[in-house]
């Protein structure tokens, strides 16, 4: 064996020396990445307290009802993206939520909500059509919701406004009119005469 001479030892910290001056490194790159989530709302009688955003079950985070936030320093990796706050007339339009979002270290995942809102409020318009012989010349009374009631003709039409989701209900005025028992909606209902 052959032993290792003084000029042999620098060898090794100039190699050292050479591969660090050469760019080598042990530094992986960033190791966290972000998520972007856009939010666009359409219809009448928009949210006015905007939506919450939260990320894998954590705390919310406001976000307006057509706006944009960054979510950073999430891990590599799929991650869960609910939008949560809408109100009851609005909905999340063709899209699941919460949404996957797969992050990649250093870039930033695109999560986009598209929520679509209602009017709260509207019409409802209902026709009667009465049929047979000595009909009734004071015609009916109807309600949305156990309100007043509005006077309608035996063949007639009547609207009320404004009206919220409701249930409503249609009752004979005079005696000796009655219904079967409702059938879903008033529009199904037939009325009767009986002797």
Known sequence: ?????????????????????????????????????????????????GYSVSVDGGAGRD??????????????????????????????????????????????????????CIATTGSLTVTISTTGTDLDPDGYSLSVDGGVGQAVAVNGAVTASPVRRRTMRAEPSPPGVTRPSPRGDASGSHWHRQP
């Open 1 to 49: 064996m052959k032993p290792i001479t003084h000029h042999q030892w620098l060898l090794v910290p100039a190699a050292l020396v050479l591969m660090l001056a050469a760019g080598y490194s042990d530094s992986t790159g960033p190791s966290t990445g972000a998520v972007r989530v856009t939010v666009t709302t359409t219809g009448t009688e928009l949210d006015t307290n």
């Open 63 to 116: 976000i307006s009802v057509n706006g944009t936030m960054t979510l950073a320093g999430l891990s590599a990796g799929s991650h869960s993206v609910l939008l949560a706050g809408l109100a009851s007339n609005c909905g999340i339009v063709a899209a699941s939520n919460p949404r996957t979002a797969h992050v990649v270290a250093g870039a930033t995942a695109q999560v986009a909500f598209s929520v679509a």
